[in-house]
C-alpha cells in the first residue's frame, strides 16, 4: 500500500530521487532531460520543492511516484498546473495517478484556483487516455516545444475542480 504525501523541503532528495528516475525511464514523457536535471545541486532541489506543492506516493520510505503542481505566471490566477507526473512501471494500473490527480486537486483548490490545467507530448497516449479519464479536456492551446515544426506540440488541457 501507498502514502501520498506532501513533500517539504527537507524531503529534497525524495523528489529528486523519484524525479530523475522518471526522466531516465520515460525522457520523452517531459519537457527537460535526466541530463539537465542530473547536474542541479542540492540548494536548486531544496528550491524547487518550495516552489511548487510536490506529491509523492511512497511505500515505506521509497517513492514510486511523484506530481507536482504550482501558478505559473503567464497563467490566470484561477489556474494552477499539475506537471511531472509519474508512476513508475511497476506501480501503474492500481490507482496511484488518480490519488495524486486528488492530492493536487485537493491543493490548488485550497489555493484559490478553480481549475488545473497541463500539458500533454502529442506522442503520449497512454498519459493523456489517463488525463481523460480523470476528467481533463483538450482546450484547443498548443505549447509549441520546436519553433516551426507544428508535430511537437504539446496539447494543453484542463479540469474543473
Known amino acids: 500500500m501507498v502514502d501520498i504525501i506532501r513533500a ?3 524531503s ?12 531516465s525511464s520515460d525522457p520523452a514523457a517531459f519537457g527537460q532531460s535526466w541530463e539537465r536535471e542530473s547536474t542541479y545541486d542540492d540548494q536548486m532541489w ?21 506530481v507536482a503542481s504550482r501558478h505559473e505566471q503567464d497563467s490566470p490566477a484561477n489556474e494552477r498546473e499539475l506537471q511531472a507526473m509519474w508512476v513508475s512501471p511497476e506501480s501503474r494500473k ?16 485550497e489555493d ?3 481549475t488545473v490545467t497541463l500539458y500533454v507530448g502529442p ?3 497512454p498519459a493523456r487516455a489517463l488525463y481523460e ?15 516551426d515544426d507544428p508535430a511537437s506540440a504539446w496539447t494543453k488541457m484542463a479540469r474543473e475542480i
Open 94 to 109: 492500481l490507482g496511484i495517478a488518480q490519488q495524486l490527480a486528488e492530492a493536487v486537486f485537493a491543493w490548488a483548490k
Open 133 to 147: 479519464a480523470l476528467g481533463f479536456t483538450d482546450t484547443g492551446d498548443r505549447w509549441q516545444v520546436v519553433e
Open 8 to 10: 517539504q523541503e527537507e
Open 12 to 23: 529534497w532528495p525524495l523528489v529528486r530521487e523519484i524525479r530523475l528516475r522518471s526522466l
Open 46 to 66: 531544496r528550491q524547487r520543492v518550495r516552489e511548487a506543492a510536490w506529491f509523492l506516493a511512497v511505500e515505506g520510505d521509497t517513492p514510486v511516484a511523484v
Open 112 to 114: 484559490g484556483a478553480d
Open 123 to 125: 506522442d503520449n497516449e
